[in-house]
């Protein structure tokens, strides 16, 4: 007979000491306006993925697109004023 064990690794992989760090919860947040461009752009183009874009449909991609382009010169802009890479 087998028996089922837990492996203590996979048990404590996410114990309280395993929180992200305030430096990485800071990366999120400034990049944050770039992920949610992102998803907005997505959202544009999975509704109109089963049909034949409308108008409104194009104008809506397009727009989440230079959303998204200007969260990301923004984000590189912010990134060189920091001294970071891009």
């Not at 309280?16 to 998803?39: N, Y």
């Not at 999975?46 to 969260?71: G, N, V």
């Not at 590189?76 to 004023?81: E, L, R, S």
């Amino acid at each position: 007979m087998d028996y089922i064990v837990t492996v203590q690794d996979a048990v404590t992989a996410f114990a309280d000491f395993m929180e992200p760090t305030d430096a990485e919860l800071d990366a999120i947040e400034r990049e944050m306006p770039v992920i949610l461009a992102g998803v907005e752009l997505l959202d544009a183009q999975i509704i109109s993925m089963d049909r034949t874009p409308t108008e409104l449909d194009t104008r809506r991609i397009r727009r989440a697109r230079r959303r998204l382009l200007a969260a990301l010169v923004a984000d590189q802009a912010t990134d060189a004023h920091r001294g970071g890479t891009a």
